[in-house]
């Protein structure tokens, strides 16, 4: 038997060699605009689970110190251990991030460095949330471009090659004026007119394209706007509704930069965070697609005003429109048809928008009053 392996293995090495004595077709180290890896039709039949199934996947989140990364991490560690999800960034993270598990720097523009962190550390999932969001993406195009779209292709260059299980967010985003908007379906037009809304697009595209083609097991969800408590706004165009929770708290005084009646859909981060755990762990053969729309809620800045008012009556509201930011939102779906994603893996949001003020008003106001208290 070793003989017949070895001479079966010297026989698929003469065919792979060109009889010509010039270059070979494929190299085992790539340049990242090469192909990934030489595959056959069989390859696209199956996925990347380099683990057992009694075994954890080992996750690498990139873009981790965002409004995502941190909670993330934190939920797959709970789920998974500590050791085996890694947050990186090219921030120093704070101390309580630093010590809440294994944090490394990764410049997802820098394509060998990131290639040997999936390596040496035998990641099998990765979670890629470096980006740059609408409204900063259009205040530095050329940056967003590298980020968002020359980042982009060295992850799924490297997710390829080694067989890693590839989450990459979309996002409203991605959609356009001409798109349907309320509902926006899975599947529809798409023809967004910012810099963010094209490259996740574009991540959408090349995902399910390296799906198809060279077997990547690529799963990507449309998030609405999220909303979170223990994060910053990060310049997106949804971050009205995190900032208004933070100035009602602290000032009683909130300006908001969109029209008090433009309807956006929206999530608890709770929400968003389970939701890609569970398309993560969801079994291949359940996915009809690589790309999926979820839902929790549906408001607009009038809504939620009301809402916030019923708790703290004396809140203050001034519309101050930002034409820029206005017209990425009117570009954008009012409501997203999950129906897919309910259907597929069993996606069902748990905070409607009373749970959801409650849940941040009490976040924001207790640690308020310890940072008054100290």
Known sequence: MPLIRSVSKAARHLLLKPPCGCEPLFHAVRNISDIPRQVTSSDVTYHSVSFSETDHPKVLITGGLGQLGVGLATLLRKK????????????????????SGPFIYADILDYKNLREIVVNNRI???????ALLSAVGEANVTLARDVNITGLHNILDICAEHRVRLFVPSTIGAFGPTSPRNPTPDLCIQRPRTIYGVSKVHAELMGEYYHHKYGLDFRCLRYPGI???????????????????????????????????????????????????????????TLSMRTY????????????????????????????????????????????????????WGWKHEYELPELIQTMLNFIGANSRLTHAN
């Open 227 to 285: 909303i979170s408590a223990d994060s910053q706004p990060g310049g997106g165009t949804t971050d009205y509704a995190v900032q208004i929770f933070h100035d009602a708290v602290k000032t009683g005084k909130f300006v908001c930069n969109l029209k008090a009646d433009t309807r956006l859909p929206m999530m608890f981060i709770d929400d968003c965070l389970r939701a890609t755990l569970e398309v993560m762990e969801a079994p291949a053969e």
């Open 124 to 130: 099998t999932w990765l979670v890629h949330y470096s």
């Open 293 to 344: 729309n979820i839902n929790a809620m549906s408001f607009t800045p009038e809504d939620l005003v009301q809402e916030v008012q019923k708790h703290l009556p004396d809140l203050h509201i001034i519309y101050d429109v930002d034409p820029i930011r206005q017209a990425i939102a009117d570009s954008w779906p009012m409501n997203f048809d999950d129906s897919n994603a309910r259907k597929d």
């Open 80 to 99: 998974f251990g500590k050791k085996n999800v890694i947050l990186s960034d090219i921030r120093m993270p704070p101390n309580n991030v630093y010590h």
